[in-house]
């Protein structure tokens, strides 16, 4: 019976065993040539049909030993002789008509399942070669069952309707060709007729061809496999799926050319040929498992269990269970066929078993790739799987904090204790895989596979960075994190990662703590060259810092190493409710000591916040003459080089109007300062002494240019003639620099022609001077002059024509005559006119003079009208 094939072309999935059901004792007794024809199984009832015209009853019994495999027990309860002289070719159970339909010498029998006796009224069917029952009947009555027949008439197929003790055709359908094989479902008939396939309406008549046959060399197979969907024996060693409609919603599987029967267990299609078993999923086609089997001849699944015979004996296929052979597929790393197997059992598993079974299954499939160094696919398992990404980190020891609660899944979705046992301590290996880690948590932190488990990735995730020294360490730090701060900051100061320390100091809210580690670095008492700008960046972070005492306890260090820089902690701060705790005069005094910060801090208040308060303005004017008295102790003249410092004095000297002149004045008089002395005299509005200095000392006529117009700045024309006229007179007094005065008296003239009263200047210059000299400033006066007038001409224009409108107006008024006696009255006063003189307003009124004028001076009173 069984014979063996070389172990090379064994399919190493075991989906099913092969366990002996009826033994050949008890089927043949002591007669050698009695042979097993057909079989069916309804429940524990198993009937075999013989070659003697014989029907056997057996109860299954079925054992599961403790090693998870099943036995079968067969007890025979009766046997019945059919009365006729041929073998019993088909048998069908009806269970609920309590019958078993007999097919034997072309005719139909209904015997009792229990008692194997002929019903009483020995209802048959007669002329039948084979026969289906309709498993999706349309009859509607529960008390019979619908059976399609392949009549003994040529080419002709019947239908009936079997009752517990009668038959009644309902339907004969005539076929192209003589059936051979047929399957029903509903009104449609599967038919293997002598050259081809069809689908066939018996209640329409339409027909569908599906594909050719050749009945003649093969026994054709047609089987119901499930709703409107059948399996055929196809060409080319082929099972073929197909519907009702005549299409294939299935890939078809690649069975022997030789293949007797076939039968389903989903996600299986079972083949039977004439030496071997062999198994193909329907899920990817494959053929996953060969059972050799010799002589085998029935090949039939009864709700689930699969029976194959031969003629001597009975066996079923028992299936491992799902879960086992998906687990087997995993086990032997075939991660794709475990997947589709996995997601084929969905339609034989209940669906909250279902879900948890494949996220299990997807969980172990990412284990897997993610060992064999295939991320990618690991991930998407590990997303698809829901994985508690716990059970990532825990391969890498001491990434989980100590208080974490996590334990690893049971039973173990993988067999490895840790990355090193994974990778077999492959150090190359071991980098990508926490590369892969570090990528994976980053992906997930943010997303609700971290709900209930955010400060273990967080943790792990910084132990992660820092341990591979990964830029994304500080981004961790400063944005949202769950970071435990135990297990982090034991973790960081372990790889002397100090200033990301001192972040997630910052983060847990110790900004005391973090300021005094960075300031160590700072120091040089511990080493970490994360940021070269680390003293900057100190700075930075006190200025914006809420902790007035973390300022003030700092501010001192800060400026030590940079005046300049330090100064900023008070200087960038931003303008909010804390200013309080920052007045000028507190950091002021902290400043004394450093009086180029303090020189910044004045700088700030003046000039960025524009504090209008005296004392400021003195003190930073101050210490910009301090400084300039410092950098020039000697006398300046108009060709030293102007400092810096010294264009600041000028500038607030200029600009500001809030300082004392007279203490700047007192400390700058002898100081060799010229230029800013005559700008302390220009505030005192000295403008006589402060343009002396210009012209007569410094000898700087352009200055004293921009300070006429500097001082007549927003003031009326005539202050700015003054200014010009004294500079004028300054330029034209006799001395020993005449000629150079003369000179800028000169250019004074041609450049600020507008400025001067012509009339004035002619008086004041010498006769000497000719007229081409003075042409530009002559030209401009005559200019300005002619302009004048002109202008003044089209005022006295405009109010003349205003005046003649007017005019018109008032002739136009005049126009029409007004009658006026003594029984005329005031509308005002309602008093007659004595006198005859009137008001007439625009609506026609007539009123008193006094009356107009009365209601003139009070606009309370009754008014008949606008005043013309």
Known sequence: MFCGRPAAAMMSTKAFTLVPAVERELLQGDKERVSLECVE?????????????????????????????????????????????????????????????????????????????????????????????????????????????????????????????????VREVSTPEQPLAVAVDGHFLCLALTTQYIILNYSTGAAQDLFPYCGEERRPIVKRIGRQEFLLAGPGGLGMFATVAGISQRAPVHWSENVIGAAVCFPYVIALDDEFI??????????????????????????????????????????????????????SRRVEEALV?????????PKEKFQVMYRRVLQQAGFIQFAQLQFLEAKELFRSGQLDVRELISLCPFLLPASSSFTRSHPPLHEFADLSQLTQGDQEKVAKCKRFLMSYLN???????????????????????????????????????????????????????????????????????????????????????????????????????????????????????SQEVGVQVFTKRPLDSQQSSFNPADVIACLKKYPQALVKYLEHLVMDRRLQKEEYHTH????????????????????????????????????????????????IRGAGLPMERAILHGRLEQHEEALRILV??????????????????????????????LLLGLCLRPGPSAHELAVAAVDLLNRHATEFDASQVLQLLPGTWSVQLLRP????????????????????????SENLIYKYDKMKLKGSFVRLSDKKLCQMCQNPFCEPTFVRYPNGGLVHTHCAAGRHTNPSSPSPGTRT
């Open 41 to 169: 199984c309804c429940g524990r009832n198993l009937y075999l049909g013989t070659s003697d015209c014989f029907v056997h009853h057996f109860l299954l019994e079925e054992k599961v030993l403790p090693a998870g495999t099943a036995t079968f027990t067969a007890t025979k309860q009766l046997h019945r002789h059919l009365g006729f002289k041929k073998p019993v070719n088909e048998l069908r159970a009806a269970s609920a008509l309590s019958r078993l339909l007999v097919l034997c010498d072309s005719s139909i029998t209904l015997v009792h399942m229990l008692s194997l006796e002929p019903v009483p009224s020995g209802a048959r069917i007669k002329g039948a070669t084979a026969f289906a029952l309709n498993e999706n009947p349309v009859s509607g009555d529960p008390f019979c069952v619908e059976v399609c027949i392949i009549s003994v008439k040529r080419r002709t197929i019947q239908v009936f309707l079997v009752y517990e003790d009668r038959v009644q055709i």
């Open 278 to 331: 062999t198994v193909h999923s329907m899920l990817d086609q494959q053929q996953k498992q060969t059972l050799p089997f010799k002589e085998g001849h029935i090949l039939q699944d009864f709700e689930g269990r699969v029976i194959v015979a031969t003629s001597k004996g009975v066996y079923i296929l028992v299936p491992l269970p799902l879960e086992k052979q998906i687990q087997d597929l995993l086990a």
């Open 341 to 349: 197997l996995a997601k084929g059992a969905r339609r034989n598993i």
């Open 443 to 561: 992906e997930v932190r943010s997303t609700e596979v971290a709900n209930g488990c955010r400060e273990d990735i967080d943790t792990a995730l910084l132990k992660l960075y820092a341990e591979a020294n990964h830029e994304s360490l500080l981004d961790l730090l400063v944005t949202e994190n769950f970071c435990l701060l135990p297990d982090s900051a034991a973790w960081l100061e372990k790889h002397k990662k100090y200033f990301a320390l001192g972040l997630l100091y910052h983060y847990n809210h110790l900004d005391a703590a973090a300021v005094q580690l960075w300031v160590n670095i700072v120091n040089g008492d511990v080493h970490d060259a994360t940021r070269s700008d680390l003293y900057e960046y100190i700075v930075d972070f006190l200025t914006y810092s809420l902790d007035p005492e973390l300022v003030w306890k700092y501010a001192d260090w800060a400026l030590q190493k």
């Open 620 to 667: 930073l004017a101050v210490l910009y003459l301090d400084e300039v008295l410092q950098q020039k102790p000697g006398a300046t003249g108009q060709g030293t080089e102007v400092t810096e410092t010294q264009a600041k004095l000028r500038h607030l000297l200029q600009k500001s109007d809030l300082y004392r002149v007279h203490i700047l004045l007192d400390r």
């Open 696 to 725: 007569h000392e410094l000898g700087d006529f352009a200055a004293a240019e921009d300070y006429c117009l500097w001082r007549s700045e927003d003031r009326d024309p005539p202050y700015r003639r003054r200014l010009f006229h």
């Open 777 to 800: 400033f002559l030209m401009g006066a005559v200019r300005d002059s002619v302009h004048a007038r002109r202008s003044a001409q089209v005022a006295v224009g405009l109010a003349r």
